[in-house]
């Protein structure tokens, strides 16, 4: 008698919906194990964390403005990710969006005219698309790593991001110090929910979640982001221009995480200051994953991911539980959900005898 | 410039180099073998706060050394659990495995942020460093950076000359074909895997023993990223990995010294330089698409299912 | 210890019966206090300050009051919904203690006009928001005069976290204290553009130790350059706490904070129905900044002279900002007679005659 690890004859759909929850439960019960060596009762420590948080309306509203940027960036990246384009850098597009729309707010905050709120987000959305562009061009024409560019950019567009913030786009009233002036109504993103602060950017994601949803599961263009997300060179002998879909995801995937960062802004910030994002571009990366590059699938996941930022505020100011505890569910949460992905492809038998079957699987490489 | 500041900044130059040298190498012993681990990041963190903490508790910086190493290797084995044994995409598994130890070493790090403890002393070799510039640059360094020297060699060495380091890289190349010829795939992707995350290890006790002997949260500060950016730069060579961590190490202090000589070039602006370095040299290197095919090793990424 | 300090922090503080014996009589229910703070309590510098501030307070007004604080807050979006939220579960006074909290606190402030908020370092007040903020330039002029009678090479490194006045101040008192003793003195200025980070105050400090400086200052948070001034055998001057442990042989002294009395009378104030909006910032003479103790390596004339100039400052006999003082090019900024007030103190962003470089705007 053994565990054998037999393939599928086919992948598990109904693993595939379930290895999400699974991982959210295996998450829980850690956490609920990590409360107890905190000397905390489990029960109170995951009500404080998970439930607390959205005990009443503005708790909602609270998660519906920590959700927006997460849920732009996922979506931006399901697509990247579901045509094998490795992009790391929603944090960096995002805070070139926060840094362009921003440098466009503060030039036009004194018109009155209603044209100026869309050109401020457009110009957020320029600003992550551009940004966006460089891996885009590097990775078609000079055959460089998506993975290694993106990253080093996100670099970059932080330094860039405390350059404007400490010098051109500095307030000029403001002492010297590192921020810009309080943008003025003009410029500012509207209120959805009167009380609250949640604003249009959520509404510009659930936008985002409607449309990439037809666009994947009904058009030809999200038919061949599958194609050669499963199989490039598959995609390549039915002629589909794989240099255009680099060019689509990346620079779509720019230009939500451009949106979330001018989003925040002009949302609920009110003003450029150094710390737009404490990671947004990171958690999406799990986000996407999650909610398994499925557009609700990243909605129910973004919100869970603001949900434990939040939790791990509520742990502190309730429980005094170390803050780090939010970070640390979030890499566990990935974790166990790879773990459990193994179960859609795969299944574990205890029988004596049986072989497995082999399949080369070429499809999840990383081309250098 | 005086001979003098050449010698101090080219001396600071090895120090900030060295913990890139170790996670760099590390990871090119890993990718050798086809196995891409995007979590250099966590593994070092682990590896400086436990690290810092076992040293802290005991008083003994080589138990400090040794346990941060253990504490990377066993964050490679989560690793290897996932991407080797589940066959998990490495991509995601590695960046888990970077937000998984950030937060973790966060967690177990709150109660020793703050304190420090007197760091590994620099140990003058008798003799050597007594030529100029480079006995100072090369030979009054801490032992940790010794040993980084001694690790460049060996591994060079073992790439050339030995037949493991053949093994490795023919697994690299094609592990269909290693198995063909009977090579044992599986553990010598573990053992690369592993003596990864030891060496990430090392170099994140580096940090928070010698380099900054404190621990403070998140102190890598990207260096697992650019570990992993140097590997390609250096196209998967050792000599070469030893001076792009050296240049890297100029690149990041050059901009504070220009500071000090009163240039009014913006510190953010000069901050970018060492990623902006980075992605033109990946440029330079992959634009030559068959030159860079022979460069990486062929089956970097690709999960290796075994045939039963 | 460290568990200790836990238990103090979410919960009603049970220390001593520390008298204020009006006051409780006429309190039924304890002052709940919350702090915001930028980084981990035990980060050595900026917040364990504060934290020590808010242990003291605690100390000495007993069971009249409770605390909360919610540490490594980032100062985006995040800080608003924290403070938002310390505010609705009833504290009656919340301390933000980073610039950054400034425009959240006062719409928060807006939101709750019954609680009494009070922000570190900013500029803004509202009704119900006070700011506050300690004269850290007052402990660098000392440090200055030190230095002057220390150096050897006559080049003295500076590690800066940002360009604002509340540092460049500082940079300037260091150098006119540096000047007053020794003209030949000169103060190299290296920007890191954070306020805590510990490799690259690190690398920072290297770099100017790299290029002649034999004693090291820093106006950021961590314990770092002190660490590097021990290793390369150099003298520092710590920052915000006593930085000595971190090198014992380094570390001349430093300018220290010290919030707990600040934090103790406001407190009180509240309770007395006597809080006003209003902006709280002192020196020497208010105790909010000290002196960490001297290292032995200092001649004992030196120390004399030092606390000598401490009290001419405290009781206002001495002023810092008093021409003639040049500015960088030898210029006559500040004429012979006047004082700079506050207002000029406040917005500083020029460099006096002994700083090398220019400064970034």
Redesign the interface.
């Known amino acids: 008698m053994r565990i054998a690890i037999e393939r599928r004859p086919y992948d598990s759909n109904l693993m595939k919906y379930l290895s999400p929850v699974l991982a959210i439960v295996l998450t829980l019960i850690s956490g609920g194990l990590i409360f107890m060596i905190q000397g905390q009762d489990p029960w109170a420590g995951l009500y404080t964390f998970f439930i607390l948080p959205v005990s009443d309306s503005?708790g909602w509203s609270?998660l519906g403005?920590?959700a927006a940027p997460v849920l732009l960036c996922a979506m931006g990246l399901s697509v990247c990710y579901r045509a094998n384009i490795?992009n790391?850098g929603a944090e960096g597009q995002l805070l070139m969006g926060a840094l362009i729309g921003s440098w466009a707010a503060l030039s036009w905050m004194d018109s009155s005219s209603s044209w100026v709120l869309p050109a401020v987000l457009a110009c957020g959305a320029i600003g992550g698309l551009l940004w966006a562009l460089i891996p885009a061009v590097?990775k078609n024409h000079?055959?460089?790593?998506e993975?290694?560019?993106s990253?080093?950019?996100n670099?970059?567009a932080l330094?860039?991001l405390?350059?404007a913030v400490?010098?051109p786009l500095k307030d000029p009233h403001g002492?010297?110090?590192?921020?810009s002036a309080?943008f003025t109504d003009a410029v500012t993103l509207p209120i959805i929910m009167e009380g609250t602060?949640l604003h249009l950017g959520l509404i510009l994601g659930l936008f985002a979640v409607a449309t990439l949803w037809v666009v994947m599961a009904r058009t030809f263009l999200g038919f061949q982001l599958k194609v050669i997300g499963l199989d490039a060179s598959a995609g390549h002998f039915a002629g589909y221009q794989q240099r255009r879909l680099v060019y689509f995801s990346l620079l779509l995937c720019g230009a939500l995480a451009g949106l979330a960062g001018i989003s925040?802004v002009t949302?609920?910030?009110?003003?450029l200051?150094?710390?737009?994002?404490?990671g947004y571009g990171?958690a999406a990366?799990?986000v996407a994953?999650l909610g398994r590059l499925h557009p609700v699938g990243i909605l129910l996941a973004s919100l869970l991911m603001a949900l434990v930022?939040?939790g791990g505020?509520?742990g502190?100011?309730?429980?005094?539980l170390?803050?780090?505890?939010?970070?640390?569910?979030?890499?566990?949460l990935?974790?166990y959900l790879?773990?459990c992905?193994?179960l859609i492809s795969?299944r574990l038998r205890i029988q004596p005898s049986v072989?497995?079957?082999?399949?080369?699987?070429?499809s999840?490489?990383?081309s250098? | 410039m005086d001979i003098e500041l050449l010698t101090n900044i080219l001396f600071a130059m090895v120090r900030t180099g060295t913990p890139l040298l170790l996670v760099a190498l590390g990871e090119l012993v890993c990718e050798k073998s086809g196995v891409l681990n995007l979590g250099q990041e966590g593994m070092m963190l682990m590896g400086a706060v436990v690290g810092f903490i076992a040293a802290l508790t005991t008083g003994n910086l080589m138990l400090g050394v040794m346990m941060g190493i253990m504490a990377g290797m066993a964050m490679a084995c989560l690793f290897g659990v996932l991407a080797i044994q589940l066959r998990a995409n490495q991509v995601a598994t590695g960046l888990a495995l970077t937000i998984f130890g950030a937060g973790l070493s966060a967690y177990i790090g709150t109660d020793y942020v703050g304190q420090g403890l007197s760091g590994f002393q620099p140990f003058i070799v008798p003799l050597l460093s007594d030529i100029p510039v480079l006995g100072k640059v090369l030979f009054s360094q801490d032992a940790l950076v010794y040993l980084s020297f001694i690790i460049c060699i060996v591994l060079w060495l073992f790439f050339k000359f030995s037949r493991p380091g053949l093994m490795i890289k023919a697994i690299g190349e094609s592990p269909y074909s290693a198995t063909a010829v009977g090579l044992p795939v599986i553990p010598a992707r573990w053992i690369a895997l592993l003596f990864g995350g030891a060496m990430a290890g090392m170099g994140g006790a580096y940090l928070s023993l010698a380099y900054t002997p404190l621990w403070a949260e998140g102190m890598t500060a990207g260096r697992g990223w650019i570990g992993l950016a140097l590997v390609v730069f250096a196209s998967w060579k050792v000599e070469r990995v030893l001076l792009g961590a050296w240049l890297f190490g100029l690149a990041s202090i050059m901009h504070l010294v220009l500071q000090g000589m009163g240039a009014s070039i913006s510190s953010n602006l000069l901050a970018t330089l060492p990623y902006l370095a980075t992605i033109v040299v990946l440029v330079l290197l992959s634009s030559n698409q068959s030159r860079s095919r022979m460069l990486a090793p062929m089956s970097l990424g690709k999960p290796y299912h075994p045939a039963g | 210890m460290k568990s200790f300090i836990k238990k103090a922090i979410v919960s009603v503080a049970t220390a001593g019966l520390v008298a204020l014996s009006t006051l409780s009589a006429a309190v039924e229910k304890p002052l709940k206090i919350g702090f915001v703070y930028v980084g981990p309590v035990s980060d050595a510098g900026w917040t364990f300050g504060h934290d020590e501030g808010r242990l003291e307070m605690l100390e000495k007004l007993g069971n009249n009051v409770e605390t909360t604080y919610v540490e490594s807050v980032s100062e985006g979006a995040d800080a608003e919904r924290v403070i938002r939220k310390l505010a609705q579960q009833g504290h009656d006074l919340i301390f933000t203690t980073s610039f950054g909290y400034m425009n959240p606190t006062l719409k928060v402030a807006k939101q709750f006009p019954d609680v009494k908020f009070q922000h570190a370092t900013g500029y803004k007040r509202g009704k119900n928001v006070g700011t506050y903020s300690a004269r850290f330039y007052e402990g660098r002029y000392l440090t200055g005069v030190i230095a002057g009678h220390m150096t050897e090479s006559n080049v003295i490194g500076y590690v800066g976290s940002f360009p604002i006045p509340e540092v460049v101040q500082g940079i300037n008192a260091f150098t006119l204290g540096l000047r007053s003793v020794n003209p030949d003195a000169t103060v190299k200025v290296v920007w890191i553009n954070s306020w805590y980070d510990p490799a690259k105050e690190r690398e920072a400090a290297e770099s100017l130790i790299a290029q002649g400086a034999d004693i090291i200052n820093q106006h950021t948070d961590s314990p770092a350059p002190v660490q590097a001034a021990q290793d390369k055998g150099v003298y520092a001057f710590g920052y915000d706490t006593d930085m000595s442990s971190f090198g014992p042989d380094a570390h001349l002294t430093g300018s220290m904070v010290h919030w707990g009395g600040f934090y103790s009378d406001t407190a009180k104030a509240v309770l007395e129905k006597q809080w006003k909006a209003e902006d709280v910032w002192g020196g020497f003479a208010a105790g909010m900044v000290e002196m960490a103790p001297y290292n032995k390596a200092i001649p004992e004339d030196v120390v004399a002279q030092v606390e000598a100039l401490k009290q001419q400052i405290a009781d206002g006999t001495f002023a810092i900002f008093e021409g003639p003082i040049k500015a960088q090019d030898a210029s006559i900024k500040v004429s012979e007679g006047t004082k700079l007030n506050d207002g000029d103190i406040l917005s500083m962003n020029w460099y006096v005659e002994g700083v090398e470089g220019t400064l970034p705007n």
């Open positions: 503005y609270e403005v920590k490795w790391i590097l000079f055959n460089t790593n993975i290694l560019t990253i080093m950019l670099y970059i330094n860039l405390l350059l400490h010098g002492f010297n110090f590192p921020e309080l602060r925040e949302g609920p910030i009110g003003q200051v150094p710390s737009v994002s404490p990171y990366i799990i994953f930022y939040m505020e509520m502190q100011i309730d429980l005094g170390p803050l780090a505890l939010g970070s640390l569910f979030q890499g566990m990935l974790f790879l773990a992905d193994f795969y072989k497995p079957m082999a399949f080369p699987d070429t999840t490489g990383v250098q």
